[in-house]
């Protein structure tokens, strides 16, 4: 059996479904023909503004993108600190 592909439209109206019109996820999931499991995971995803939050998988590795790369520059700042460090120690010795 395929998998089936909601749309983004969907998948927030059943989270509205839960936060704005007090459905339970069980309930929600069954008016809508799906499963509960799938609402859960919107309403992880969505939050209760039905926005996506940046819990996302994308952003998620947007994040480690941008850390990495600031990780690398402060350790290439921190070697030139060591040695500018042993170069003045050296010549006041």
């Known amino acids: 059996m395929p998998k089936r ?12 479904l839960v936060n704005e019109q007090g459905y339970s996820i069980v309930e929600a999931a069954k008016s809508l023909g799906i ?11 969505y939050g209760p503004e039905g926005k996506e939050t940046p819990t996302t998988e994308a952003s998620l590795r947007t994040e480690v993108r941008r850390l990495r790369k600031q990780n690398a520059e402060l350790v290439m700042e921190r070697d030139i600190l060591k040695k500018a460090a042993a170069y003045f120690a050296k010549e006041q010795s």
């Open 5 to 16: 592909k909601f749309s983004r439209e969907f998948k927030v109206s059943a989270v509205r």
């Open 35 to 45: 499963g509960a499991g799938n609402v859960r995971n919107w309403l992880e995803t």
